[in-house]
C-alpha cells in the first residue's frame, strides 16, 4: 500500500502558508472499501482493516467525577441530580508521557464507541489520554456548563477549558510532558475554539491539535443532517412504519444466517446481503440518529433553564416521573429548531439583539480563519465527501490549513477513522 506523505516533513514546527496545496489523498491508491458515504458513515471500517490496538485489560484506565457545580437559577431537577457531577475517563501509562485530551463528537458521553477507539489508538502509542463528553451532551450539559445551552462555541470551549483545567488539578501527581488536543465532528470544532483561547490563558501551550472531520460552517452542517431524516423512502409513510422497515430487513438477515450477532461489522455486512439499504434508508437512519441526538439537547436545555418550550417550567420532574409525553415532544424538534427557540434567544439577550448571520459567523471555523491560517501546530483530516460539508467548506478549508488539510476521498462523515491508514497518519501528526 502506497506510504502517505510523512507529517513531520510537513508540519515539523513550521509556520505554513495557506496558499499552499493540501494534501489530496489519491482515490485510485486509497484502500478504503466503501465508496458510499451513507455505508461508510453507518458501518465505519470492516474489522480486517482496522489497526491492531491494546484491549482494555491492558489499558491502566479508570473513571473519575469533577464537582463542578456551575451556578445557575434553577435548582437541577429530580431525574438529572445523579449527573451533578461530570465524569471523565483516563488512561495513563506507567510512566512520563505527553498527556491527549479528546472531545466527543454530537451529544456523544465520554465512553462513546469513538471516543473508545480514539482511546486505544493513542494510549497504544504511549500517550496519557483524557476522554471527555461533549458539551452538546445531557451529563455535560447537566454538570459543567453555566448557561446550559450548548452552541454558542466559544461559550462552549470556555466550558471545556475549565473541565481541562479541573482534570489537570485533580490528576496533579500524573507525569506529563506535553499537552495534545483531539476532537472528532462537533468535537473538532470545539477543539479548535479551545486551542484558541489557550493562547491566551497559556494553562497547556498544546504541541499539537487534530481536528477530525469537523463542521465548518455547523448552522450548514445541522440544515444537512436535518434535510436527511426528511428523506422519501419509497412505500414509507411515517417513522415507525420506517423502523418496522429497518428491523424487517434484520429480522430477514438474521433469519439467513441463523443466529444473531449484533456487533460493528453488522451494516457492513448486511450491505453484502440481499437485504442492503438503500440510499435513502440509510440517510433517513443517519437523520434518525441525529435526530434523536437535536431532542435530547433540546430537551435537557429547555428542563435546565425552565423555558418551558418541552416541560412545563413549574412541572415536577423526579427520577420516576413518566417522561414519555416530553420525548415525544422533543422528537419534533429537529437542530433548526433548537437553534430558533433556545439558542438564538440566548445568544440575542446576552449580545443586545444581533442577526442570525452574525451568530452563524461566531460559532463557525470563520471565525478563527486568521488564527488557524497562521498556527501549524493545528491539523484538520476531512472527507471529500462528508455528510456534513456545506458549499464552500472545503474550498475555506484549503485556503485556510494549505497542506495541513489531509483530504480523503471517501469516508463519509468519521467513517474511515478506524481505518488503519488513517490511524498512522493521526499518529505521525502527533509524534511530531
Known sequence: ????????????GL???????AVDIDPASYGFPLHNPFEATIATTPPELRPALPPDSEIDQRDYSLSLRPERPFALPGNLRQVRDLRYRLARQAHAAPLIFVISGT???????LTEYLKRLFYGAGFHVVQLSSPTSYDFMTAASRAATPGLSREDADDLYRVMEAVRAQQADLPVTAYHLAGYSLGALHAAFVSQLDESRRGFGFKRVLLLNPPVNPYNSVRNLDRLVQTEVPGITGDLTFYELILGKLTRYFQRRGYIDLNEALLYDLQQSKERLTDEEMAMLIGSVFRFAAADIAYTSDLLNRRGLITPPNYPVEEDTP???FFIRALQCNFGCYLNEQLIPQWRLRHNGGSLSQLIGQISLQALQDYLAGSGKIAVMHNADDLILGPGDLAFLRRTFGERLTLYPFGGHCGNLNYRVNSQAMLEFLRD
Open 323 to 325: 417522561l414519555a409525553p
Open 15 to 21: 509556520l505554513f502558508c495557506s496558499s499552499a496545496p
Open 1 to 12: 500500500m502506497p506510504r502517505l506523505p510523512a507529517f513531520a516533513a510537513l508540519l515539523g
Open 107 to 113: 451529544g456523544a458521553h465520554y465512553a462513546s464507541s
